[in-house]
Every structure is written in structure tokens, then in C-alpha cells.
T-cell receptor, first 114, second 112 residues
Framework: GAVVSQHPSRVICKSGTSVKIECRSLDFQATTMFWYRQFPKKSLMLMATSNEGSKATYEQGVEKDKFLINHASLTLSTLTVTSAHPEDSSFYIC??????????FGPGTRLTVL | GENVEQHPSTLSVQEGDSAVIKCTYSDSASNYFPWYKQELGKRPQLIIDIRSNVGEKKDQRIAVTLNKTAKHFSLHITETQPEDSAVYFCAASRGSNYQLIWGAGTKLIIKP
């Protein structure tokens, strides 16, 4: 099956620093990648949708200058949380689609901002 | 926009019994409905999906039914086993990018 990796799996940073999370499709070309945020015991909240080579489409209420998304190739998308604050602490999950309906998920990144 | 409601939020069933989780959606244009299983701290895994041109789909102990007129779809798990314990999410697809709108999730507990 399709495999999606995500790094790092866990990151702790100080308030005010930026954190980059990578999402890679290992055995297929991901024409579309999605970034989600998940709070404890809650559902997945779609943050943005990115297509390779074009700007990401952000969901309402998600600050694009705060959460920078780059989808430079068909196998890599990155999410950078800029000037992170404690309220940005969360579980961030990416998913990738190769053009079909099914989304394949990465293992997630737990971000803790001190 | 699309809104997906999921019930119940928690479901506890005896091992061997059946479990049913229900979802409703608001956008009649939605045409793809996947179900994901998420174990604690892990990634969501697709367990079954259905498209709007089909009313029912079955895969071993798991089945999904879709009622387009009523705009609701359900997940059925028969002969439940301890490893079925997890959080289950329904979703509906909208847009050409296949964005998923998610239900709130159901925590399924299988009692031994």
C-alpha cells in the first residue's frame, strides 16, 4: 500500500521559534497533500490543501502567514509553524493523495511549544 | 459548506455483538464517504469507503450503507473483537481536490 512518512514525530520548542514538519510520499506521487491539526480526543481539522507547484489553499480561520506550506515536489510537502506559541501545541498530521479519492496519512507530529 | 455529524460519540458493546455508527451530511453534492479507524496516538487508517452510486458495500465483518435521499451513511461492524476498539471517523468528500470533511468521531469500546 501507499506509504506516507512524516518527520519529526515529536518536537519540543521554545516560544517564538519556528518549526518545520516534513511530509513525504514514499512510493507514489502525491498530486495533493493535506495538512490537519488534531486536538486531544477531537476530530481532524483540515488546515490547508496543497497541490504540487502551486500555492496552498487555506481553510477559513487558518493564518497562512503563521502556517507556511510548501509543496515543492510530488513527494514532499512541508509545514512551517512560524513564531510558535503554546497555543500552537497540537498533533499535526499530513495526508497525501495520488489523484484517487483515498488519502494516505502520515504518522503525525506532536508539537509542544514551551 | 459541508457539515458532517456523527453519532454516538461513545459506543460500548459486548465482544461478539454488532456495532453501528451513524453519520449525516448536509451537502447533497458530496459523493465519497470513507470511514477511518484511529488507534490512540496513531494515524487514521481507511477501513472502508463508499461512493454515491452504491447503496451498500461489505468487506468481511465491516459494511457501510448509504442513503442519499436522507443524506446519511452508517458503519456496521459484526462479531466485534477487542482489536476493534478505537476511534472511528466518518467523512464526506467535497471539491475537486477531494477534501474530506470529518465527523467528530466515535470511541468504540469492546467489552470482553
Amino acid at each position: 500500500g501507499a506509504v506516507v512518512s512524516q518527520h519529526p514525530s515529536r518536537v519540543i520548542c521554545k516560544s517564538g521559534t519556528s518549526v518545520k514538519i516534513e511530509c513525504r510520499s514514499l512510493d507514489f506521487q502525491a498530486t495533493t497533500m493535506f495538512w490537519y491539526r488534531q486536538f486531544p480526543k477531537k476530530s481532524l481539522m483540515l488546515m490547508a490543501t496543497s497541490n504540487e507547484g502551486s500555492k496552498a489553499t487555506y481553510e477559513q480561520g487558518v493564518e497562512k502567514d503563521k502556517f507556511l506550506i510548501n509543496h515543492a515536489s510530488l513527494t514532499l510537502s512541508t509545514l512551517t509553524v512560524t513564531s510558535a506559541h503554546p497555543e500552537d501545541s497540537s498533533f499535526y498530521i499530513c495526508s497525501a493523495s495520488g489523484g484517487a479519492r483515498e488519502q494516505f496519512f502520515g504518522p503525525g507530529t506532536r508539537l509542544t511549544v514551551l | 459548506g459541508e457539515n458532517v455529524e456523527q453519532h454516538p460519540s461513545t459506543l460500548s458493546v459486548q465482544e461478539g455483538d454488532s456495532a453501528v455508527i451513524k453519520c449525516t451530511y448536509s451537502d447533497s453534492a458530496s459523493n465519497y464517504f470513507p470511514w477511518y479507524k484511529q488507534e490512540l496516538g496513531k494515524r487514521p487508517q481507511l477501513i472502508i469507503d463508499i461512493r454515491s452510486n452504491v447503496g451498500e458495500k461489505k468487506d468481511q465483518r465491516i459494511a457501510v450503507t448509504l442513503n442519499k435521499t436522507a443524506k446519511h451513511f452508517s458503519l456496521h461492524i459484526t462479531e466485534t473483537q477487542p482489536e476493534d476498539s478505537a476511534v472511528y471517523f466518518c467523512a464526506a468528500s467535497r471539491g475537486s481536490n477531494y477534501q474530506l470533511i470529518w465527523g467528530a468521531g466515535t470511541k468504540l469500546i469492546i467489552k470482553p
